[in-house]
């Protein structure tokens, strides 16, 4: 049995204390991946707030496909379903239109003919968009998107559920071979949520295009590996198809009260340093 090094349970993050305003009128909200690293936190919230989560992801017993997505009964949409490598977008462009472009096309059209609000998940690779298939995508999505309909422009996403193969995961599991000196806006998983939940209590009528979800603090990459003890791995100049710094401008989701509650220099150091 695959033994992580961390999980929810000893995390000091308290959820509790967020003021989770949705209105009243939000009763069943659907979530596209909600299987996957953001969305299972996101659902997992609101089903403990009292809301119903109409889930569509393939992972879900039975399946339930975002080809066929369908809003009745539906008062909210959180779309969420996407590929998000980059580096695979370079292998592999065709797919990630089809599955990022034209699947989302899809949703935004369905919730704009449906009078129904839509926040949907772009990138902060949106500020550097040419570099890759994948941030084509997420340009794209916010060129299609309709009034009433937001993207959520993520940075680097940390937390319980994250894939194997990023970095932080990574970090904690003995797994780096080499770093970059990326500057990188680390977000807690928890921290997103807020945001989303933030977003979800509000006048979509009021609110911006699209928000940077991201800490506004950027980590040197090499400096986080040699937090974490990692003190003699090579550097490498990485990708091409990789932004230099995705840093966020998160003014406009302070203005609404949000603010990130981890910092991953400290959560590096929990996870890593005995105690």
């Known amino acids: 049995m695959k033994k992580y090094l961390y999980d929810s349970t ?31 936190h996101l659902t997992d919230r609101l089903i403990e707030s009292g809301k119903n989560v109409i889930e569509w992801d393939l992972r879900t017993e039975p399946p339930t ?51 129904i609000p839509l926040l949907y998940a772009s990138s902060s690779c949106i500020h550097n968009w040419w570099l890759s298939p994948y941030g084509t995508t997420k340009k794209v999505n916010e060129i299609t998107a309709h009034k009433e309909q937001v993207a959520l422009r993520f940075t680097t996403v ?8 990023m970095f932080i995961p990574k970090l904690l599991n003995h797994e780096v071979k080499y770093v970059t000196n990326h500057v990188r806006d680390f977000i807690y ?36 590996a040699a937090l974490a003890g990692y003190t003699d791995l090579p550097i490498k100049d990485g990708e091409s198809c990789e932004a230099i710094d995705n840093t ?27 105690h």
């Open 248 to 274: 966020a401008d998160n003014s406009e989701l302070r203005s609404l009260g949000w603010e990130p509650k981890i910092n991953v220099q400290d959560y590096i150091i929990k996870k890593t340093i005995p």
């Open 189 to 224: 998983v928890g921290d997103v949520v807020d945001a989303i939940i933030l977003l979800m209590s509000k006048d979509i009528r009021l609110l911006q295009s699209s928000y940077d979800i991201g800490t506004g603090i950027g980590n040197t990459v090499s400096e986080l």
């Open 65 to 115: 496909d975002v080809s066929h997505f369908k809003t009745y009964n539906i008062d909210y949409v959180v779309h969420l379903a996407a590929y998000a490598n980059v580096r695979q977008s370079i292998k592999d462009p065709e797919k990630y239109w089809k599955n990022n472009v034209e699947l989302t096309k899809n949703i935004q059209d369905i919730c704009y003919h449906s009078h």
């Open 10 to 40: 000893d995390l000091w993050y308290n959820s509790s204390s967020t003021e989770e305003i949705i209105m009243d009128d939000k009763k069943n909200i659907a979530v596209t991946g909600s299987c996957g690293f953001i969305g299972k």
């Open 158 to 165: 940390y937390g319980e559920g994250a894939r194997d193969n």
